[in-house]
């Protein structure tokens, strides 16, 4: 996958999943945009997952009041712990239950906020399931369910035209191209996997 040309951010309440995907650096052939950024090597430069998941930590505790901002730093915690599961191969099980972890309360946190308007967190949190299922020798088909899931429920947040949001337009048909290939994507490693797919 090529992260050339990916959709710019919405506003301040962006993902870290789009953010990964602005570098002009294409990924390595069959590599999620996910995996490849500056979050990414915070911890990979020096191997200091552990501590680059404390900064964060550190972060969303000055964050306890704003919601979406600890919504959005789950996602990057969960990002540090999918590069430690993808250069760590010992620790790999337990980074992924890690990641999925943090998958998991960012979902509940914007579960709780019941967005209605442009909100690109889903495609976020699905990436991340499913570069977790890309790295899951065990638990594949459901680390696929779950970013279908998160695909799907991004839908009825990016209908219309555009979204405007702090002075800046964002088209909202790019963001339907990328679920679409996200979802065709899933569907594809899915049915490799040998997962029942609804």
């Known amino acids: 996958m090529d992260c050339r040309g990916q959709t710019p951010l919405l506003g ?3 993902n870290l999943f789009h953010l990964l995907c602005l570098s002009k650096t294409p990924t390595q052939p069959g590599r999620n945009c996910y995996t490849n950024g ?4 915070i911890g990979a430069l020096s191997g200091r997952y552990d501590d680059a998941v404390r900064v964060v930590q550190d972060w969303m505790s000055l964050h306890q009041d704003n919601p979406s901002q600890v919504e959005f730093l789950h996602i990057e915690i969960a990002v540090v712990y999918t590069s430690k599961a993808y250069h760590r191969r010992s620790k790999r099980d337990e980074s992924i239950k890690n990641a999925a972890s943090h998958l998991e309360q960012a979902l509940k946190i914007h579960a709780s906020e019941q967005p209605e308007t442009a909100d690109t967190n889903l495609l976020g949190i699905g990436g991340g399931y499913e570069v977790l299922g890309e790295l899951s020798e065990n ?3 459901q680390y696929f369910s ?3 899931k998160a695909f799907q429920d991004q ?3 990016i209908q ?3 979204y405007t949001a702090y002075g800046h337009t964002t088209p909202l048909e790019p963001l339907r191209v990328d679920v679409r290939k996200h979802l065709a994507s899933v569907e594809e490693k899915s049915t490799q996997a040998g997962c029942n797919v609804p």
Do not use: V
């Open 139 to 141: 638990d594949k088909c």
């Open 38 to 41: 500056p979050i990414r090597r």
């Open 12 to 14: 301040s309440n962006y």
């Open 155 to 157: 839908w009825p947040l």
């Open 160 to 162: 219309g035209d555009s």
């Open 146 to 148: 779950k970013a279908r």
